[in-house]
């Protein structure tokens, strides 16, 4: 079993920065791969970032790609997201979630969810 929560989120104007944390829970957490995906009002959720288990490889969707990075550091169970160069468009709840493999996080056939955290891009 494995907890995940989101932090690090809030309000940021256009071109601003944030990074995102997500606290793991478990000791099978360094097993997981990691991702981050996202959720727009009136939107579906999409997926964000991914990252394998042992940080090795790392996956972005097109619209974050150069802008977001993610991370894991599995000594303190945790992953990352730096987002830099925020837009408006990024406004979403973000939510970290753990998979057992990077395509199934990829595709949203994840086993673990957090509970998201609110991220707003505005001036």
């Known amino acids: 079993q494995v907890q995940l929560v989101e932090s690090g989120g809030g309000l940021v104007q256009p071109g601003g920065s944030l990074r995102l944390s997500c606290a793991a829970s478990?000791?099978?957490?360094?097993?997981?791969?990691m991702g981050w995906f996202r959720q727009a009002p009136g939107k579906e959720r999409e997926f964000v970032a991914a990252?394998?288990?042992?940080?090795?490889?790392?996956y972005y969707a097109d619209s974050v790609k150069g802008r977001f990075t993610i991370s894991r550091d599995n000594a303190k169970n945790t992953v990352y997201l730096q987002m830099n160069s925020l837009k408006p468009e990024d406004t979403a709840v973000y939510y970290c979630?753990?998979?057992?493999?990077?395509?199934?996080?990829?595709?949203?056939?994840?086993?673990?969810w957090g509970p998201g955290t609110q991220v707003t891009v505005s001036s």
């Open positions: 990252i394998t288990w042992s940080g090795g490889s790392t």
């Open positions: 478990g000791r099978t957490f360094s097993t997981y791969a």
């Open positions: 979630a753990a998979g057992t493999s990077s395509i199934k996080v990829r595709i949203g056939k994840n086993d673990y």
